[in-house]
């Protein structure tokens, strides 16, 4: 390690690493346990993750926020691929109706950048910023063909030192490949047991390790020339091989090496010569065998990859730096971070560790237009002395998530394992919930979330109070968008004769607005106010105060409101009192909301 390194930075990042690979979430004690650390440290960092807003406290647990994503949103900005090639990966899936994902090299593994999925029974479970083994995926032969006998070393370090791949938890373990000679349960009569060696049961099309003069497989480089006699097949052991193949053809496949019924084609996306990332269309053994994926769809994949490559050819005008809905609220742009972190070291104490918000801050100083900085670059957009820029950059290039070349820094794929793939599968309702339960618990009141769903809308987050008298409503009812608060706010976003209405407009109750004329004007009034108050419209006696929820366009797609009997508060309290709560809480849902949604789109429901 070297001697400038950040301590508390290496121990915060292997805390973030240990939540992301525990799929978002894990108990303080199981920090402690998983990276070693003294619970007195686990709790310094976790109180310092949540005051940046990358962790929510949650009792004895802490969780993964959407604001993390911020950090691998700085590298995929600053990578300009899935903005300059996700649209095209998005319409071959559409053509092709397969899954279709970008991927980059990450060392030894590749890292999908891109997911582009169908929805079916049977569908593509990896997420963007997943590590996968380059030698079980159709991408990694194409990557390894680029690779140089240093990067050949460390994959084959790496194999004998992971035999099964327990260091890449998106897939699953492969089979132990080292066992006594006719033992164990891989072993000839043994059973089915996929992938592994004598008296396997391949299934139909399954790819075996290649094998050389005599049926014994291929020897891993620098053996031998053969294998160990009680060394059994296994998968990745025809990787070289493969690469050698797919650097001559122009493209590899996955039959079935990731686990069983997967097949996979792949195609690399060359910029300069080189390749810049790999489109890698993915299917079932229901659909297609893996010799049928190639035959059909390869002449479609070239197509879209030439697309591709003709985009990245092209000029586009860089967007200038711009940090808004980037950070938690009460945090600056990182330009203002040194004043920032002072200020939280100065109200937290020693519980707030100013070390490490400063090194996870610097990777949020990439960014478009911003792929490589030196030193002085990102001092400048961080606000941190040199010195301390300087050592956060040491500490992150020994940890693989920067390099730098000359007098530049470049973020790495790596950043995208910092929480990431468990966070790029989040929904509305999720990303909203611990700010409801905030403002349930502030006002004493139930509190929800809906979508538009045709001319009604869907409850798709509820959190209620425990009262004697409290509103009904369970998450998926559905009620007339018309005479809601929830469906005014949404209603009202909509152009002029586009908001979906019945053709009659029945009287829940008798202060139910029937009259199209008269709810026209009322949805012109919610819309300059920025909110709706419906009292009595839906059912005597209930009142309820909604607010719009946009995406990072400025949609309207969600709203919230609080909801309580009309004895509870009177509707100037509900405005005085409750509207500017109601608004903060809708502003913090799309803060996150922008963030989650910056390189995928985010599920309403």
Not at 144 to 160: D, G, L, P, Y
Not at 167 to 177: D, L, Y
Not at 527 to 548: D, F, K, N, T, W
Not at 563 to 581: F, I
Request: charged residues 25%; contains cysteine; aromatic residues 4%.
């Amino acid at each position: 390690m070297p001697g400038e390194a950040v301590t508390p930075l290496i121990r915060g990042i292997a805390v973030l690493r240990r939540l992301t690979s525990a799929d978002g979430s894990s108990s303080l004690s199981a920090l402690e346990r998983s990276t070693g650390l003294a619970r007195s440290t686990v709790d310094r960092i976790t109180a310092t993750l949540a005051r940046m807003g990358y962790v929510r406290l949650d009792g004895r647990d802490a969780v993964l926020t959407p604001r993390l994503m911020e950090l691998g949103n700085a590298y995929l900005a600053a990578l300009r691929l899935p903005r300059l090639l996700g649209a095209h990966a998005d319409a071959l899936a559409d053509e092709l109706d397969e899954s279709v994902s970008l991927a980059v090299g990450d060392r030894d593994g590749i890292r999908f950048i891109h997911q582009a999925t169908r929805r079916r029974a049977m569908s593509l479970s990896f997420r963007i910023g997943d590590l996968l083994p380059a030698e079980r995926t159709a991408p990694g032969p194409l990557f390894a063909s680029e690779w140089n006998e240093e990067e050949w070393t460390h994959w084959r370090r790496r194999r004998a030192t992971d035999p099964e791949d327990r260091g890449f938890p998106a897939v699953p373990a492969r089979s132990r490949p080292y066992v006594e000679e006719n033992t164990g349960p891989y072993a000839e009569g043994a059973g089915r047991a996929y992938p592994g060696g004598a008296g396997t049961a391949y299934p139909e099309g399954a790819r075996r390790p290649d094998r050389g003069d005599g049926g014994t497989p291929h020897a891993e480089k620098g053996t031998s020339g053969t294998l160990p006699a009680n060394r059994l097949p296994a998968v990745g052991d025809d990787f070289e091989e493969r690469a050698a193949e797919a650097g001559r053809l122009g493209w590899a496949s996955d039959d079935q090496l990731i686990e069983p019924g997967l097949v996979a084609v792949s195609m690399p996306v060359r910029d300069g010569g080189r390749i810049a990332c790999v489109v890698n269309v993915v299917s079932h053994t229901s659909r297609h065998s893996a010799a049928d994926l190639r035959e059909t769809l390869l002449p479609r994949l070239r197509t879209a990859v030439a697309a591709m490559e003709r985009e990245l050819t092209t000029e586009h005008p860089t967007p200038l730096p711009d940090h808004a809905g980037h950070t938690a609220p009460g945090r600056p742009a990182p330009s203002g971070l040194a004043d920032w972190t002072s200020a939280s070291k100065h109200e937290l104490g020693r519980e707030f560790v100013e070390s490490l918000a400063r090194g996870l801050t610097v990777i949020t100083a990439f960014g478009e237009g911003r792929t490589e900085l030196t030193l002085t670059a990102v001092a400048q957009a961080t606000g941190l002395a040199r010195a301390t820029a300087r050592r956060a950059l040491i500490t992150l290039e020994h940890l693989g998530y920067v390099t730098a070349h000359d007098r530049f820094f470049r973020l790495t794929p790596r950043v995208l394992g910092l929480g990431y793939p468990p966070l790029s599968r989040t929904t509305l309702p999720e990303i909203a919930a611990p700010h409801l339960s905030e403002l349930s618990e502030r006002l004493h009141d139930s509190v929800s979330l809906a979508v538009l769903a045709g001319d009604e809308i869907q409850y798709t987050g509820r959190v209620s109070t425990s009262r004697v008298m409290s509103v009904n409503i369970t998450v998926g009812t559905r009620l007339p968008a018309y005479a809601t608060a929830l469906g005014r706010v949404i209603l009202a976003d909509l152009p002029e004769g586009q908001a979906p209405l019945p053709t009659e407009l029945d009287p829940l109750t008798p202060r139910t607005i029937t009259d199209p004329e008269r709810l026209r004007a009322e949805l012109d009034r919610v819309r300059e106010a920025g909110y709706a108050l419906v009292e009595g419209e839906l059912e005597q006696g209930l009142r309820s105060i909604a607010v719009p929820v946009r995406d990072r366009d400025g949609r309207v797609v969600a709203a919230v409101n609080v909801a309580m009997h009309s004895t509870r508060r009177t509707a100037e309290s509900c405005v005085r009192d409750v509207l500017p709560d109601l608004h903060a809480t809708a502003t913090r849902v799309e803060q996150d909301l922008r963030i989650a949604g910056s390189f995928r789109r985010v599920p309403l429901n």
